[in-house]
């Protein structure tokens, strides 16, 4: 079992809410950035939100204003609250780290990825 591992993902009406995590199977590094990113069928990879060890958070517009991440230090893991889910929404949701900086996952470069989480969203 890899370092991520991913869960919650499901089939909703346009409108509807999921809830995404990501357990990581031991403590991550001191500084790190997770995040997600999702990837659709035929296209390319594409940032959606990432929580930085300071707390700071990053949405890409698509996504801003609907989903919420959020981390638990104690349990080790990220989530991805994801609300009025739209069918443009579909994908292969993945959670990734980058040991150091936020702007390398944000750039879709990273230490660790899991094996994603699928999110089917209908109209």
């Known amino acids: 079992q890899g370092l991520l591992v991913e869960s919650g993902g499901g089939s909703v009406q346009a409108g509807g809410s999921l809830r995404l995590s990501c357990a990581a199977s031991?403590?991550?590094?001191?500084?790190?950035?997770m995040g997600w990113f999702r990837q659709a069928p035929g296209k390319e990879r594409e940032k959606v939100a990432n929580?930085?060890?300071?707390?700071?958070?990053y949405y890409s517009d698509s996504v801003k204003g609907r989903f919420t991440i959020s981390h638990d230090k104690a349990k080790n893991s990220l989530y991805l609250q994801m609300q009025n889910l739209k069918p443009e929404d579909t994908a292969m949701y993945y959670c990734?780290?980058?040991?150091?900086?936020?702007?390398?996952?944000?750039?879709?470069?990273?230490?660790?990825r899991g094996q994603g989480t699928q999110v089917t969203v209908s109209s």
């Open positions: 929580f930085s060890r300071d707390g700071s958070t």
């Open positions: 031991r403590a991550t590094y001191s500084n790190y950035c």
């Open positions: 990734a780290l980058h040991k150091d900086y936020c702007s390398a996952l944000r750039g879709l470069d990273y230490n660790y």
